[in-house]
């Protein structure tokens, strides 16, 4: 691909430059600015690879400002060409962190230099409000509720609908329980388009206007994968990147469950109340096809509760009303269980289509053909599941509690996406960048290239400007038992240690978990502690709520699993000390990674260095991330298992996150923050960490700390 500013590359990453450097345009206009090198940096690469359409990686650690780094460049580059950048984002906190913090920033700084830059964000449909659907929900509420209370929230809707200028979910100022925003909700194969009567009312519509007209459109990565309904786009950022892979094959993979059936069913008919659904409502049907019609879906949704059902029973999974914990087997054979069901389905597909010839109404066409191939397509999901066909592939059961009831789900997952992202983005001639602050193990991307099929790229790593060595402690249980050999003793002695490390530190604590099981074991101990401070267990409240709560609390105590390892913000002493119970390895024997081990293995790989232990790796670094968020924060990182010190691969955990104080006891911990007084602590000596690891692992000659120091200048630095 040609460069966008023939001739001009260099002008431009230097006005990047300029802006983010003392005495630009930055510093004049945001208060507390402070230039960062690395921010500086970063910037120009974003530039140069916009310019000449290469793709970029880059790693930068906390503090670094990434997202003015590539915010920057990547609104002048749009406004200055008439292009459109995206900027793909995996949590919904970041999405309104950039569209309600940074993008404001960064439309001010366009237009002192000229510029006039239009940003949107833009979600999945079914997180907006659907005008036609609250209006049939209205008229409908005793088919479609059997609460009174929906009433009242529908005209809360509609107040809303009338006024907002946005349909989100997430800018609804109250509550819509999940039933009747079900309801309500705009779905891609109901809409009516053009011939909607209330298309001039459109909120949805709306945002996609918005969309249109962006120079700048935030997304998640979901949405991304899923397909953008936006003409064009000439370049794509990924943030938090480290999360592609994962989300390109819950994307390219199929789940199907008895909760998703029954309620396709149960939307196309139901007996309740005399009888209600989609087949009530349809005009000018036959009295014979509605009888017929109705026997259908019943008997269908029989068969399909035994199926399921029979699914689960031949993978050994119990099936009782109350499930404590999801539990998930890999199926390694096709026809685990007979099919009984997808004739029936199809049965209900040709009835459906039958009614789609005879129809003369808008909206009845448009629904009865959306549940005509959402019919179809769980024929083809259930079919590909007992089929089970494919190396590349995971095929597998998971039984878990949803809305109080037992649900089955049959579950495709794609073991190897770079293929796919290979041929469909990467190879693709438009510039195409990764940023997250955990994307290397080690000073090493191989990892990430390999699993997201990417070949040439400009490779850069921006270390956290923050000084850790100063206000963070890295403490280590060297003595307790090994978690691999001695799981039991190992959870008993680690409960303990939690307990003696929350009693020195004067703030909130996190304490991370890789399973559900040592959470709900640590929680009971911990709450029959007497440890004074408020305790609060993921599961029990809503994951917003739950940290709202203790940051509330000024120093609670937060145990978590998967959700709170990753793009949690609690700056300050609300959150001082970050507990990792143990090394993040996920599960071997879990269904996904069991059938990637064979399919690895079967590849000529080594499972553990190729793909358990650089996965392990970024997420130990991502927990570590939660502790330092701004530059006046400090505590201590504890890590309770102790391979990270007798096992050589320990040394890869340790050289992917900043050099820090170490502290090898409880004495040293306590005196850590004892010693703060307002202000940084000194370290105890130089390369203490270092010296400290070597000292414990005397004959692991790879055991070192890693540093990387971002270059007084890029010039010599070769771009390809």
């Known amino acids: 691909m040609s460069p966008i ?25 945001l208060p507390g ?7 500086i940096e970063m910037g120009a690469a974003v530039a140069r690879s916009l310019n000449s359409g290469a793709k970029l990686i880059a790693q930068a650690g906390t503090g670094v400002g990434k997202s003015l780094a590539y ?54 449909a079914e997180n907006y409000l659907c005008a036609r659907r609250l209006a049939h929900a209205a008229s409908a509420q005793r088919e479609l509720f059997d609460s009174p209370a929906a ?55 709306k945002d996609i206007f918005r969309a249109c007209k962006a120079d700048v459109l935030v997304v998640n990565q979901h949405l991304f994968f899923a397909g953008l309904p936006v003409s064009a786009y000439h370049a794509v950022i990924f943030d938090e990147a480290h999360n592609m892979e994962d989300t390109a094959a819950e994307f390219l993979g199929f789940s199907v469950s008895n909760y998703r059936v029954g309620r396709m069913l149960s939307e196309l008919y139901t007996p309740a109340g005399g009888g209600r659904g989609l087949v009530k409502r349809i005009k000018n049907k036959p009295a014979a096809w509605l009888e017929e019609f109705e026997k259908l879906v019943l008997e269908t949704g029989k068969a399909a509760d035994n199926f399921f059902l029979s699914c689960a029973r031949a993978a050994g999974l119990k099936i009782t009303a109350v499930l404590a914990e999801a539990k998930s087997t890999r199926i390694l054979r096709p026809d685990i269980a007979e099919d009984n069901v997808t004739a029936l389905l199809t049965d209900l597909a040709r009835q459906l289509g039958a009614a789609l010839e005879d129809c003369s109404n808008a909206e009845d066409e448009v629904a009865l053909s959306a549940y005509k ?31 109080s009831a037992p649900a089955v789900e049959l579950n495709m997952t794609l073991l190897d996406v770079s293929e796919e992202l290979g041929k469909s983005l990467f190879s693709r001639p438009i510039p195409v960048i990764l940023t997250s602050a955990t994307l290397a193990v080690e000073g090493n991307f191989e990892n990430l290239k390999t699993g997201l099929g990417i070949g040439e790229a400009q490779e850069i790593i921006f270390p956290s400007p923050f000084d850790y060595r100063s206000n963070a402690a890295f403490y280590t249980a060297a003595n307790l038992p090994d978690p691999g050999a001695q799981p039991a003793d190992f959870e008993k002695e680690a409960c303990a240690k939690c307990l003696e490390i929350i009693k020195v530190i004067p703030g909130g604590v996190f304490i991370l978990f890789t399973s559900w099981e040592f959470l709900r074991k640590a929680s ?113 990182v504890a890590v309770l298992d102790p391979r990270i010190i007798t096992r050589r691969y320990g040394a890869k955990f340790v050289n992917s996150v900043p ?16 010693d703060r007084g307002g202000r940084p602590r000194p370290a105890i000596q130089a390369n203490a960490q270092l010296q400290a690891f070597e000292a414990l692992a005397p004959n692991d000659d790879d055991f070192r700390c890693a540093q990387f120091d971002v270059p007084q200048s890029w010039s010599d630095t070769p771009f390809e």
Request: hydrophobic share 40%; net charge positive; glycine share 8%.
């Open 5 to 29: 500013f023939p001739g001009d590359s260099t002008n431009f990453e230097t006005e990047i430059r300029a802006i983010l450097s003392e005495g630009g345009l930055a510093g004049g206009m």
């Open 33 to 39: 600015f402070e230039p960062r090198s690395a921010q």
């Open 71 to 124: 915010l920057i460049p990547a609104a002048f580059w749009a406004c200055d060409n008439e292009k459109k950048v995206i900027v793909a984002t995996y949590t919904r906190a970041l999405q309104e962190q950039l569209i309600n913090k940074d993008l404001p920033v960064v439309a001010k700084l366009a237009a002192r230099t000229g510029r006039e830059l239009n940003y949107a964000l833009l979600m999945g």
């Open 151 to 205: 009433g009242k929230i529908l005209g809360h809707l509609a107040d809303f609908a009338r006024q907002s200028e946005t349909g989100l979910r997430s800018a609804i100022p109250f509550s819509v329980p999940a039933q009747v925003w079900e309801k309500v909700r705009r779905e891609a194969d109901l809409c009516l388009k053009k011939r909607c009567p209330f298309r001039e009312r459109c909120l949805y519509m």
């Open 373 to 403: 191939n959402r019919v179809l397509e769980t024929v083809a999901d259930i079919r590909a599941f007992l089929k089970a066909q494919g190396n590349d592939k995971a095929y597998w059961i998971e039984s878990r509690l949803f809305r």
């Open 524 to 636: 009971n101990y911990i709450n029959s502690g007497n440890t004074g401070r408020d305790v609060f267990v993921q599961g029990t409240l809503l994951a917003d709520e739950l940290l709202r709560s203790f940051r509330e609390s000024g120093n609670g105590v937060l145990l978590a699993t998967d959700t709170f390892w990753q793009g949690v913000d609690v700056p300050g002493s609300n959150l001082a000390c970050v507990i990792i119970t143990k090394l993040p390895f996920a599960s071997p024997g879990s269904p996904v990674e069991s059938a990637r081990s064979e399919y690895l293995t079967m590849k000529g790989k080594n499972v553990f260095e190729a793909h358990s232990l650089p996965k392990a790796v970024i997420k130990f670094h991502q927990g570590f991330g939660r502790l330092i968020r701004k530059t006046s924060d400090y505590g201590a």
């Open 659 to 674: 050099e820090c104080t170490y502290v090898s006891d409880l004495t040293n911990l306590a005196a850590f923050f004892k």
